[in-house]
């Protein structure tokens, strides 16, 4: 009983609520309330992280089942389908846990939605795009010559995410979310990297990294790692660094597993279930540097009833990524509630022609009142 206590303690301290069990198998368990909840059950030395997406509702097991197994299974007759990470770590040690457990519940939320059966908003990033494209898109320019782009002279923000291996370095105030794939140029030849260029295409404005924490090392043999445009990153305190230099950096400072705040804070949000708190978790990922969060905190306060403050956040969004057709979409949401149907008009016209029917905006316009 002691460890489950000690695992609990862990969990409450990164401000994870959770409930104990033991399961008729003997196995103890921690079960963390998140949606959709996560089981993190303690099995001999170890740790084993669990999240059961049907056969847990609310958190509480039926009838004192035995504890849950298996490995990445849908088992569609039954209605669930089950995650499972093991974790070899001492009896003693529960470092890492709590990280875990948000990592787990994020790739829930985001990878399998229609398990998830409260998660209704919109994610803010196209991830399975992001998947099969890597940071470049279809439309990338990787065979472009590199001579002659200069880098921004903006200081850089760096996002460190290691639950969706990504590595952004950008200038601070822009994002990469939804950029048209021209706007990126590979920098080696698996197309992990690529850097962000700015409007005109001709000023570099940051670069990004895909699974720079799984798998192989990322090869930094590729000449533009190193003679490309260098850049001022002031958290690694590098002024004048290439991207190859950037790279090393962040893996010595981060290793495979640490993120940097803005990350965390918009993961902790996409995994809380209570939208206010979910708007506090995006505020400090804003005031983190994540501009994305503008975004998600837009449309969150929308949720929220809240759409004066929402107005701001999403006509900032619009203007930082006007391809964006959801971003245009929840900015008309907001000048609905405020009462501007004239702009909501404009927004919603502007929706359909960055993503067609990908949005509700057509329905919405029509919907709109004379």
């Not at 001579?147 to 370095?169: K, Q």
């Not at 105030?173 to 990126?184: C, H, I, M």
Request: net charge negative.
């Amino acid at each position: 009983m002691k460890r489950r206590e000690e695992l609990q303690d862990v969990l409450t301290a990164d401000g994870l609520d959770s409930a104990g069990v033991t399961y008729a198998d003997g196995v103890q368990a921690a079960i963390v309330e998140l949606h959709p909840p996560v089981v993190v059950c303690l099995e001999g030395g170890g740790v084993e992280l669990r999240a059961d997406l049907g056969a847990i509702p609310g958190g509480e097991p039926d009838d004192d089942p035995d504890s849950p197994a298996g490995t990445w299974i849908s088992c569609e007759d039954e209605g669930r389908c089950w995650l499972v990470a093991d974790d070899d770590v001492p009896s003693a040690d529960f470092t890492g846990v709590p990280m875990r457990c948000r990592a787990l519940a994020a790739i829930a939320r985001e990878l399998l939605p229609a398990m998830a059966e409260d998660f209704d908003a919109e994610p803010p990033l196209d991830y399975e795009t992001r998947v099969e494209h890597g940071p470049l898109g279809p439309d990338a320019s990787p065979g472009r010559d590199l001579e002659g782009l200069a880098a921004t002279s903006i200081p850089m923000h760096l996002t460190v995410d290691p639950w969706w291996g990504n590595l952004e370095l950008l200038a601070f105030g822009t994002t990469n979310d939804g950029l048209p794939g021209e706007r990126y140029v590979a920098i080696d030849d698996e197309a992990r990297s690529a850097f962000v260029l700015g409007e005109d295409g001709e000023v570099v404005v940051g670069f990004v990294v895909r699974d720079y924490n799984e798998g192989e090392p990322l090869e930094l043999d590729a000449p533009a790692f190193w003679s490309g445009p260098r850049f001022e990153v002031p958290t690694l305190g590098l002024v004048g660094a290439s991207a190859g230099e950037v790279v090393l950096a962040v893996r010595a400072h981060y290793g495979d597993d640490r993120a940097t705040v803005d990350a965390a804070h918009f993961h902790s949000a996409m995994a809380e279930e209570d939208q206010a708190e979910a708007a506090s978790q995006w505020r400090m990922a804003l005031d983190a540097g994540d501009m994305k969060a503008h975004y998600a905190l837009g449309y969150t306060l929308c949720g929220l009833g809240e759409h004066r403050q929402a107005y701001g956040h999403l006509r900032r969004y619009t203007e930082l990524v006007p391809t964006n057709g959801w971003a245009w979409n929840w900015l008309g949401q907001a000048c609905e509630g405020i009462g501007d149907l004239a702009e909501a008009r404009a927004a919603y016209e502007r929706a359909i022609e960055a993503d067609g029917d990908e949005t509700d905006a057509a329905e919405r316009l029509e919907d709109l009142p004379t």
